[in-house]
């Protein structure tokens, strides 16, 4: 019998708190490992249909959510940071012996090549404090986004297209953060058969995918940042 992803929920679970020390990026003011989680089981979710269940699932998933990790760090840090952080010059802060001016400078032709093409970026990924950037003249205030009022103009645009039921899940799953077994219960979902420790609604599950794909629906065609 073929299993579906709800099936696994407590397995993808398990090992997301097995490779929560992998993310090494709390520095990043905009993503932290509950917003990765997130991206990895929609990820999985997505890939469901080339897990070869003769197999054992663990494994596979594994792979994956190892993959996307790793994924995510490149594409949030390493593909913006310094080349000096892997240069044999790089004496430590800003110091560097390969410069006349022992500084990072624009002498060296990886740095020089980064702060043309990646600098801005990277600034805009760090959580650099507004006051700090402006004062280096790394920023200006054009290259901060407010999240908060991102946020909440994707919230409001979700649930537009939400019935008035769905609307009340919605704002206490993600505005008020109340824990989803607690709206479960309150709405009188029922919770699978199985012998668990934690009950699971499958309803909840699909609610949740629901207003996922929603979501990434509207971050595609809106310009919410």
Not at 9 to 23: G, M, N, S, T, V
Not at 37 to 45: A, E, G, V, W
Not at 151 to 166: A, F, G, I, P
Request: glycine share 2%; net charge positive; hydrophobic share 35%.
């Amino acid at each position: 019998m073929n299993e579906d992803f709800d099936s696994q929920h407590d397995a993808i679970e398990d090992l997301l708190k097995k490779y929560r020390p992998k993310w090494q990026l709390s520095a990043l003011a905009w993503i932290d490992y509950d917003d990765v989680c997130q991206i990895i089981r929609f990820h999985i979710y997505k890939k469901w249909h080339l897990w070869d269940q003769t197999r054992p699932f663990k494994p596979w998933a594994s792979i994956i959510i190892s993959n996307q990790i790793k994924n995510l760090i490149r594409n949030n840090y390493s593909s913006f940071a310094k080349p000096c952080l892997r240069c044999p010059h790089n004496m430590g802060t800003t110091a560097c012996d390969f410069t006349e001016t022992r500084e990072q400078d624009i002498s060296c032709p990886d740095f020089r090549k980064w702060k043309k093409k990646k600098e801005k970026a990277f600034n805009i990924k760090l959580p650099v404090a507004l006051e700090e950037g402006i004062a280096l003249g790394t920023a200006n205030l054009k290259d901060f986004v407010n999240y908060a009022q991102a946020s909440e103009r994707l919230h409001k645009l979700v649930m537009e297209q939400l019935n008035e039921k769905h609307k009340k899940i919605y704002y206490m799953l993600y505005v008020e953060n109340i824990d989803e077994n607690e709206v479960a219960e309150r709405f009188g979902f029922k919770a699978d058969a199985a012998k668990r420790k934690k009950p699971r609604y499958k309803q909840m599950a699909n609610l949740r995918k629901k207003f996922y794909k929603i979501a990434v629906t509207i971050m595609d065609n809106h310009d919410i940042l």
